[in-house]
């Protein structure tokens, strides 16, 4: 029974992760005409809290060694809740740039220490429903704030309720913490590695070849415990840490292919999710209803994907459905540059790749424990960060050489990004801890 109950805690706080989302987008118009800023405002917003959650992201590792799960979760729900609570009452832009900053380093943090968590105490099918209720929660934001700029007059009324909605969790999370506590205290007895299934099985038994490899979660947390922080103190500087990164990222085993899958895949995600409404209504001339829909398409696909993927991906392997999500989505890019029948054609293809991108970043993430072991908890904060640093990066590499060369090459951009993933994803799958 506490098992059920922290589950939908976990569940709540990745809902409350997504709500943010998207909620400057919709209340964007109405904003800029408030403070008189131009339509890249918003941009310089998204930079500043993309910021915020990657140093939270990297230093997610260091923080969970001084701060359990439970409580990260709820100080970061609180950090997030308030920040848009005073959203709402924003007097001029600076004071939105301040509060975009604990946004950003709350939401980092328990993005980061929820994909460590699960990954270490339930398997690939909570993993995908974890990410499924990020796109319920991405999904709901944009309504509601729409709902409050349309029925109660301000977009400031949009980030109250939001606000409000996160600060309840967090009441949630609060009553949940010794829930947390003793699933840290009675984890599951064993953790497969998911993405032997169906591939090249490993054993530490040479007598057994083809037994899949085993390591308690026991065993996991004694190793965590007993290495030493990679951060010397504190007070180190940061040319100091950004070197013993550096050195970490190409001297440990697969770090490199981890953080580039991550980074490729949301990138990929990020140029489909900004710019694909610029790429149908520019180059395939729909209307501005169509491109909205079909952009909500691309993330509702996502989310179904991720629901329905968790009731089979125990039974196929992480590396497996990986393999079939990155099919799928090719498939959906031959349907949507298909140079004909737009109406037709381009929604169907959205579909597939929303579809498609579904299992590939919960099932690389599931396996990150058991892919470096006792490190597993600092390589899940670089993860976490080079996927904003794509997410970031990318998108605008992107915009930038569409503009100045033709913006039909935004969607094969979007691929050759989603080819790079697979191709890092592979090597990865043989990585073992």
Not at 46 to 57: C, D, F, L, R, V
Not at 261 to 266: D, G, K, M, N, S
Request: with cysteine; hydrophobic share 50%; glycine share 10%.
């Amino acid at each position: 029974m506490a098992t059920i109950f922290l589950l939908i805690v976990i569940y709540l706080a990745y809902l409350s992760l997504g709500l943010p989302d998207g909620l400057t987008g919709v209340a964007w118009p109405e904003m800029r005409i408030t403070f008189n800023l131009p339509l890249a405002g918003a941009g310089f917003l998204t930079i500043i809290g993309t910021i915020g959650s990657t140093i939270a992201s990297f230093s997610s590792g260091h923080i969970l060694r001084r701060i359990k799960t439970g409580p990260l979760v709820l100080l970061s729900c609180l950090l997030t809740g308030v920040s848009i609570f005073l959203y709402g009452f924003a007097g001029n832009f600076w004071f939105l740039v301040m509060l975009t900053i604990p946004m950003g380093f709350g939401a980092g943090a328990v993005d980061a220490a929820m994909n460590h968590y699960v990954a270490r105490h339930f398997t690939s099918k909570h993993m995908n429903w974890l990410h499924a209720f990020w796109g319920m929660g991405a999904f709901a934001g944009p309504l509601l704030m729409t709902f409050a700029i349309t029925s109660l007059g301000s977009w400031r009324n949009g980030y109250h309720i939001i606000g409000i909605i996160q600060l309840v969790l967090a009441v949630i999370f609060f009553l949940s913490l010794r829930v947390w506590t003793i699933r840290d205290s009675h984890p599951p007895t064993q953790t497969v590695l998911s993405s032997t299934s169906g591939t090249n099985n490993e054993s530490n038994n040479p007598a057994q070849p083809n037994a899949k490899k085993v390591i308690s979660p026991h065993e996991i947390r004694a190793e965590r415990d007993t290495i030493t922080d990679p951060v010397p103190t504190i007070n180190s500087k940061l040319g100091a840490k950004l070197r013993l990164a550096a050195s970490e990222v190409f001297s440990r085993k697969g770090l490199f292919y981890a953080i580039a899958t991550f980074f490729f895949y949301v990138g990929a995600e990020a140029v489909l999710g900004l710019w694909s409404a610029t790429y149908f209504r520019e180059v395939r001339h729909v209307t501005v209803k169509s491109a909205g829909l079909w952009v909500s398409l691309y993330y509702a696909m996502i989310t179904v994907g991720r629901i329905f993927i968790g009731f089979f991906v125990e039974k196929i392997g992480a590396t497996r459905a990986i393999k079939i999500g990155v099919a799928i989505s090719i498939l959906g890019f031959a349907v949507l540059i298909t140079p004909i029948y737009p109406y037709i054609f381009c929604p169907i293809g959205i579909a597939l790749i929303g579809f498609g991108f579904a299992p590939l970043y919960p099932c690389v993430m599931q396996d990150t424990p058991l892919r470096f072991g006792s490190f597993a908890i600092i390589a899940t904060g670089y993860q976490m960060g080079f996927a904003n640093i794509g997410y970031t990066l990318l998108p605008i590499l992107v915009a930038l050489v569409a503009d100045a060369i033709t913006l039909h090459i935004i969607p094969l951009f979007a691929l050759a990004f989603l080819l790079l993933f697979a191709v890092f994803a592979q090597k990865l799958s043989r990585i073992r801890a």
